[in-house]
């Protein structure tokens, strides 16, 4: 037996939706968790700060009693936002930040930006108030392969957006390349990044070979070894630019196991036991807690969580479901494809 003692993690990346399914998975997040950034894609999205509001009421409503859970709340960026609401949304505290999906990039985008510039107005004003804004960093035109859909979008979308206003902080959410790697380290500041569990273990033969698995399937997709292994090398480097987004994104089986699966991989029930795996395989449990507790409160400027969590290392492997049962349906909980040591105790 082994324990390891961190701080309280954080997801940085989450969706929890809404209703039925947002009960069905809170809690998976909430018992290991302290704190969690909310993705704004809804039907319909959310835009505005009172939505935020009355979003995140249902939330806090849908926790499990005894469960402290923080909530933190984003917009859904589209190209009517509105900056005083944004400010006005930020300055009580509500507002953590706001997303940007390009237009048509993933599940519920399409109230996405079509054309950034008709969102520099709001962009603007979240540089000088510093209101971060999180990143889905893949273009969509048919012309670009789904493989290079991130790189092009560091070359013809993030890097001209940051030239042109430096002092915005973004996050660049799931990276899954080595580029994207790579340009968050070339950065001076303002550009952090963050990676999901899965990322970090499966590459893209996972979906496609021996039969196509959708439960594989996610945006950004999964990209080629090399990738897979830039972003572990990220992870565990202890660079406060990188930390956890989890990205656990639950849909109900009939939506993934179908001719049009949906996008999104759950990982919220095992994520500390595959994240504390993939650390010890790189020797590196000891970078662990800034991956996953540390570096992500820095970057937003939040305090660390005051309470700890114990991982535990046993002989027996640890046992997930292989689905939850949601109110919503059954959904698919992500199978590392290896045995699981650690658990949190
Ligand atoms: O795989 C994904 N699922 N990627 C996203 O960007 C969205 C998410 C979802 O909402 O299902
Ligand atoms: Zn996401």
């Known amino acids: ?25 809170i809690a998976d997040t909430s018992r290991h968790f302290a704190r969690a950034i ?4 809804l039907v319909p999205p959310v835009v505005t700060a009172a939505d935020a509001a009355a979003y995140r009421e249902r939330i806090l409503a849908a926790l499990p009693a005894g469960d402290r859970f923080e909530p933190l709340m984003t917009l859904y960026l589209t190209e009517g936002t509105d900056p005083d609401d944004v400010e006005a949304g930020h300055k009580s505290g509500l507002v953590k930040a706001v997303k940007l999906y390009p237009a048509g990039a993933t599940t519920n985008s399409h109230s996405g930006v079509r054309n950034i510039d008709k969102a520099m107005p709001v962009l603007e004003r979240m540089a000088k108030i510093g209101v971060p804004l999180c990143v889905h960093g893949e273009v969509t035109t048919s012309d670009v392969d789904i493989f290079d859909r991130e790189a092009v979008f560091i070359e013809t979308v993030l890097d001209p957006l940051r030239k042109r206003l430096p002092e915005l902080k973004v996050t660049m959410e799931h990276v899954t390349t080595k580029d994207g790697i790579d ?7 303002n550009l952090a990044g963050s990676i999901t569990t899965h990322h970090l273990i499966i590459n893209r033969n996972a979906i496609l070979v021996g039969g196509i698995k959708p439960h594989y399937y996610c945006l950004p997709v999964a990209k080629r070894e090399n990738h897979r292994l830039a972003l572990r090398a990220a992870a565990v480097s202890g660079d406060k630019r990188f930390f956890l987004g989890t990205d656990s994104a639950p849909h109900v089986d009939p939506l993934k196991e179908c001719a049009c699966g949906c996008a999104g991989i759950y990982t919220s029930i095992n994520t500390m036991s595959c994240l504390a795996h993939v650390f010890e395989e790189e020797g590196a449990l000891d970078k662990l807690e800034a991956f996953a507790s540390l570096n992500g409160p820095a970057w937003y400027g939040l305090p660390v969580n005051d309470e700890t969590i114990t991982l535990r290392k046993q002989a027996d492997a640890v046992t997930y479901p292989k689905k939850i049962e949601t109110g919503a349906g059954l959904v698919t909980v992500f199978d590392p494809m290896f045995p699981l040591h650690w658990t949190v105790v």
Do not use: E, F, T
Request: zero cysteines; aromatic letters at 6%.
């Open 38 to 41: 909310i993705m704004p894609n």
């Open 183 to 189: 340009y968050i380290k070339a950065s001076k500041a």
């Open 1 to 25: 037996m082994q324990d390891l003692v961190i701080r309280r993690p954080d997801d940085w990346h989450l969706h929890l939706r809404d209703g039925d399914m947002l009960k069905g998975v």
